[in-house]
């Protein structure tokens, strides 16, 4: 059988009751939009980070979208982030109006804070570190800069549920946090979802009009710009059961990363590294080798499925070409990006089915040298 690089439906298998039930709770609750599954998911959400607000939206593109507009980054303004991300990073600054402003990245994939300062420029509003693969950017001297220069911070979080950093949760440390329970998120939803958390009232507030029209009071619009970006109920009380299990999922990825490291830590594949004072989550097990396209196919040969994440860097995409990069200009990013992929992670993935991947692995590299 094939070993898929992400799936869902063992662990639907083992939930399903738990999920049909919350299923059955929402259509039976006589309220379909914005009601009690998506108020007590924002409480719980928050109380688990210990932060006053969470306001829950459709998706996480949407999350940082509306966590920027909330901070006031408009049209004119620059955002500093890192090309090295999922480009809906990047979709959601655009989205936003404002100019994403790339920094490259360190050899663990994560922005290279050293490089932000000469990024800045009299037009930067926001810093925007991902924390990529389920490990936290270096916050400390990123909250340095921003304090000095009056700047808001926004982590993207879509890849980092449960993460901490010198003992901080991933969410808690910049001036608002964007996430996203796409299902094959460390919290995913059945479908889209998506969360900002912030402790800061105004931003709570904003964001509360910035998806529900522009309405603080039903059918008045107090300001702009607006959407519709409503986590639904049934997703909401969905989220609700599985963060519950949250813990129980980290702890899974975590033990699936320490067999991988185990069964390949003596090849040639160079294996994730946790920065210093990071937990790790794990949301994909990223490895590289030169080799990658060759490894790729002999594994395809054998029913196991990898993934690249991500195979373009966003300033090499025609979509982002208006910004003016050029190839060479994040060099290590670059770099990376041609050598990249990751192995089978989810929580469900079994002990047998990965030592099939392990096995495979050792095999096909013993080939290529
Ligand atoms: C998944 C992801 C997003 C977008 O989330 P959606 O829910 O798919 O819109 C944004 N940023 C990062 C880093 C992601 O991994």
New binding site residues.
Partial sequence: MTIRVWGYLDEYAAEREEILDAVDTVFGSGRLVLADSVRSFEEEFAARHGVRHCVAVD??????KLGLEALGVGPGDEVITVSN??A??VV?IAGAGATPVFVDVREDYLMDVSKVEAALTPRTRCLLP???YGQCVDMAPLEELAARHGLAVLE?C??AHGARHHGRAAGTMGTAA?F???P??VLGAYG???AVLTSDEETDRRLRRLRYYGMEERYYVTDLPAHNSRLDEVQAEILRRKLRRLDTYVTARREIARRYAEGLGDTDLVLPETAPGNDHVH?VYVVRHPRRDAIIEALRERDIELNISYPWPVHTMTGFAHLGYREGSLPVTERLAREIFSLPMYPSLTPDAQDRVVEALRDVLKTLT
């Fill in positions: 998706n996480g593109t949407n999350a940082v991300t999922a809906p990073t959601a991902v924390h990529l993207d879509a890849q964007a996203s329970f796409y094959t998120k889209d979802g998506g949301y």
